[in-house]
T-cell receptor
Framework: NAGVTQTPKFRVLKTGQSMTLLCAQD?????MYWYRQDPGMGLRLIHY???????AKGEVPDGYNVSRLKKQNFLLGLESAAPSQTSVYFC??????????????FGPGTRLLVL | GQSLEQPSEVTAVEGAIVQINCTYQ??????LSWYQQHDGGAPTFLSY????GLEETGRFSSFLSRSDSYGYLLLQELQMKDSASYFC??????????FGSGTQLTVLP
């Protein structure tokens, strides 16, 4: 049981390049999330999904797209990377039940540097 | 919108007790969560309060007062390994989390 995994762990991009970050979970969770974390700040929600085939915008969605074609995978895309997207990206999942006593399980993060 | 405020830094000595406060403003409230994050690591869940009062889990306790829009995380018998960042967070209608900016706890020997 690997929990939540993220690929890649680290990436350097040039401005204007595109890339896709992959998140996978093996806990059969319905809900998945993408956050970014910048120095001295908490995590900010980019996009989220409440089930296979569904996605919704979070607090900072501009410049990102997502897809949830399979329940276990949640992809985050950067179509044209900008230096402002230099950050650590965390994926998380939760089962959406437990009567509100939610626990989100986080992946190890992807460190992205845009030059 | 939602916003949470917590102190940026707290320092304490090993074996002591420390309290990390969190005040929040939300358009709809479901509960208050706490997460721990070590340097370079992923956030991990510590506790969740949906109702007023104190929840205890080992050396960690969390308190909530809905009427005051306030909560705190209490860490007892501090250990060096407790040095980390601690985040309060509130879930939205889809359980998506809005985080505070985090409190860096330094435990001194």
């Amino acid at each position: 049981n690997a929990g939540v995994t993220q690929t890649p762990k680290f990436r350097v991009l040039k401005t204007g390049q595109s890339m896709t970050l992959l998140c996978a979970q093996d806990m059969n969770h319905e809900y998945m999330y993408w956050y970014r974390q910048d120095p001295g700040m908490g995590l900010r929600l980019i996009h989220y999904s409440v089930g296979e085939g569904t996605t919704a915008k979070g607090e900072v969605p501009d410049g990102y797209n997502v897809s949830r074609l399979k329940k276990q995978n949640f992809l985050l895309g950067l179509e044209s990377a900008a230096p402002s997207q230099t950050s650590v990206y965390f994926c998380a999942s939760s089962d959406g039940t437990s009567g509100g006593r939610e626990t989100q399980y986080f992946g190890p993060g992807t460190r992205l540097l845009v030059l | 919108g939602q916003s949470l405020e917590q102190p940026s830094e707290v320092t304490a000595v090993e074996g002591a007790i420390v309290q990390i406060n969190c005040t929040y403003q939300t358009s709809g409230f479901y509960g208050l969560s706490w997460y721990q994050q070590h340097d370079g690591g992923a956030p991990t869940f510590l506790s969740y309060n949906a109702l007023d009062g104190l929840e205890e889990t080992g050396r960690f306790s969390s308190f909530l007062s809905r009427s005051d829009s306030y909560g705190y995380l209490l860490l007892q018998e501090l250990q060096m390994k407790d040095s980390a960042s601690y985040f309060c967070a509130v879930p939205g209608s889809a359980r998506q989390l809005t985080f505070g900016s985090g409190t860096q706890l330094t435990v001194l020997p």
